[in-house]
Nanobody, 126 residues
Framework: VQLQASGGGLVQPGGSLRLSCAAS????????IGWFRQAPGKEREGVSC???????YSVPSVKDRFTISRDNAKNTVYLQMNSLKPEDTAVYYC?????????????????????WGQGTLVTVSS
């Protein structure tokens, strides 16, 4: 079971990036997927999550700018990030867990996901 996050890079404030979370060894559509980030010197925080049936949630600080989606045919979950700000700079991770819609949001807050991928660095700077 492996998750691989990719798509990070350097972008100017106001720019966009799309992160991908690809799975191997299991089928992503059976799982809830969460995106997390950890900025230098800060604790990891949950950003967005998507349930196995496509219900989504994003934290208030990003909900008008970030969109999480899944392509089950490609076994991949995406995080489209628009209007990026310097405070979005962080290593972004994706994780998979068996959660209902009811427990998924709580799991995002507590990072209660079972399988984690390596992170991808997003730097927002001019």
């Amino acid at each position: 079971v492996q998750l691989q996050a990719s798509g990070g890079g350097l972008v100017q404030p106001g720019g966009s990036l799309r992160l991908s979370c690809a799975a191997s060894g299991f089928t992503l559509d059976d799982y809830a997927i969460g995106w997390f980030r950890q900025a230098p010197g800060k604790e990891r925080e949950g950003v967005s999550c998507i349930s196995s049936d496509g219900s989504t949630y994003s934290v208030p600080s990003v909900k008008d700018r970030f969109t999480i989606s899944r392509d089950n045919a490609k076994n991949t979950v995406y995080l489209q990030m628009n209007s990026l700000k310097p405070e979005d700079t962080a290593v972004y991770y994706c994780a998979a867990g068996v959660h209902s819609i009811a427990t998924m949001i709580a799991a995002l807050r507590t990072a209660d996901f079972d399988s984690w991928g390596q992170g991808t660095l997003v730097t927002v700077s001019s």
